[in-house]
C-alpha cells in the first residue's frame, strides 16, 4: 500500500479477503450469513468486525476480531460506533454507512482513531455486505491500522475520523448508491503524515 488509500484494494491481504468474500456468493448474489464459513476467514480473523445498522444512525457491531478488541477497549459493550465519530464528520459517516446497507455495495474507508492510551493511527478497512434471513444486510468489514502518527494524554473515550475521514463506494454488481458521488474526502490528514506511514510507491 501507498499514500493513497485506495492502493488497499490491490494489496494481498485486501485482495484475499475480497476473494474469500467472493467464494461465499451464489451466481452475482450476496452471499448469506447462514453460508459464511467463519473458518474460511480464519486468516483475517483477528482484524474482522461485522456491523448491524439497528436504524439510519445507529451502527452496531456483532463481531470483533481479537486485535481489534485489544485496540478499542470495548469488549461486551452494545455502543453505537457513529456516537464515537467526529460531530462535525458524523453526518457525512452517517451517510456512506446508511448507502452501504441501503444499496447493497462494498466500500473502502480510510479513517483516523484516537484510542483510550493516547496513540492515534489510521486505519484502511474494506467493508462488504453478508445477507441475513430476513434480506437485511450485515457488513462483514476487515480493516489494517496503520503506525502510531500522534501520541496524546490518554482519553476517556474513542475518538474516530477527528483527523480523517475519506472514502470510496465498490460495485459488486448491484450498483452503486444514487445521487451520492462515488468519492469523498471529507476530511484529509496532512500527506507527509501519510508518507511517513505508507511511502510513496
Same mark, same amino acid.
Given at each position: 500500500?501507498?499514500?493513497d ?8 491481504? *485486501? ?5 474469500? %468474500? ?9 452471499p ?6 467463519l473458518?474460511? *476467514? ?16 445507529? &451502527? ?5 476480531? =481479537?486485535?481489534?478488541?485489544?485496540r ?7 455502543v453505537? %460506533?457513529?456516537?464515537?465519530? =467526529? ?8 451517510? *456512506? %454507512?446508511?448507502?452501504?446497507? #441501503? ?22 478497512? &474494506? ?37 480523517? *475521514?475519506? =472514502?470510496?463506494?465498490?460495485?459488486i ?7 451520492l458521488?462515488?468519492? =469523498? ?9 501519510l #508518507? ?6
Amino acid at each position: 500500500m501507498n499514500a493513497d488509500y485506495t492502493s488497499a484494494l490491490t494489496d494481498p491481504g *485486501f485482495v484475499a479477503f475480497r476473494k474469500t %468474500w467472493q467464494n461465499q456468493r451464489k451466481g452475482n448474489d450476496i452471499p448469506l450469513r447462514a453460508d459464511i464459513r467463519l473458518q474460511d *476467514f480464519a486468516t483475517f480473523a483477528v482484524d474482522i468486525m461485522m456491523y448491524e445498522l439497528k436504524a439510519p444512525g445507529d &451502527l452496531r457491531c456483532r463481531l470483533m476480531g =481479537s486485535r481489534v478488541a485489544d485496540r478499542v477497549k470495548l469488549q461486551g459493550k452494545d455502543v453505537n %460506533w457513529l456516537e464515537m465519530v =467526529s460531530p462535525d464528520v458524523r453526518q457525512a459517516g452517517q451517510t *456512506f %454507512w446508511n448507502a452501504l446497507f #441501503k444499496t447493497p455495495c462494498g466500500g473502502l474507508m480510510q479513517f483516523s482513531t484516537a484510542y483510550h492510551d493516547g496513540t492515534n493511527r489510521l486505519a484502511r478497512c &474494506l467493508l462488504l455486505p453478508v445477507q441475513q434471513t430476513d434480506q437485511s444486510c450485515i457488513l462483514m468489514a476487515y480493516s489494517r491500522p496503520s503506525g502510531v502518527y500522534r501520541l496524546d494524554p490518554p482519553r476517556d473515550a474513542l475518538m474516530i475520523s477527528a483527523d480523517c *475521514f475519506q =472514502s470510496t463506494y465498490i460495485d459488486i454488481g448491484h450498483g452503486l448508491p444514487a445521487d451520492l458521488p462515488e468519492t =469523498s474526502d471529507i476530511r484529509l490528514i496532512g500527506g507527509s503524515i501519510l #508518507k511517513d506511514l505508507y511511502g510513496t510507491d
